[in-house]
């Protein structure tokens, strides 16, 4: 079992940037796969970003490469979502989550309960 809390979520202006960080708690966080995704209010949710166990290989959407970059620290437990160039479309429940299987198909079995983003246009 694997308990996962996000932080980092807020109000930010257009063009600015944050960092979000998931802390896990339970066994074994670097063997899971981790990921980021977003819920914008009245939309499904979407993938964001993910990263492999030891940080050797990342993922994500169109709509945030190069501007976002997953990373984390196993010794500390962490994954963190740094953004930048935020864009008001960015606006959305972060969440984060883990998982397994290969990355690129990956069973995502555990979930956070979501920091806020708000980018105001």
């Known amino acids: 079992q694997v308990q996962l809390v996000e932080s980092g979520g807020g109000l930010v202006q257009a063009g600015g940037s944050l960092r979000l960080s998931c802390a896990a708690s339970g066994r074994s966080f670097s063997m899971y796969i981790m990921g980021w995704f977003r819920q914008a209010l009245g939309k499904e949710r979407e993938f964001v970003a993910a990263?492999?166990?030891?940080?050797?290989?990342?993922y994500y959407s169109d709509s945030v490469k190069g501007r976002f970059t997953i990373s984390r620290d196993n010794a500390k437990n962490t994954v963190y979502l740094q953004m930048n160039s935020l864009k008001p479309e960015d606006t959305a429940n972060y969440y984060c989550?883990?998982?397994?299987?290969?990355?690129?198909?990956?069973?995502?079995?555990?979930w956070g309960q979501g920091t806020q983003v708000t980018v105001p246009s």
């Open positions: 989550a883990a998982g397994g299987g290969d990355i690129a198909n990956v069973q995502w079995d555990y």
């Open positions: 990263i492999s166990w030891n940080g050797g290989s990342t």
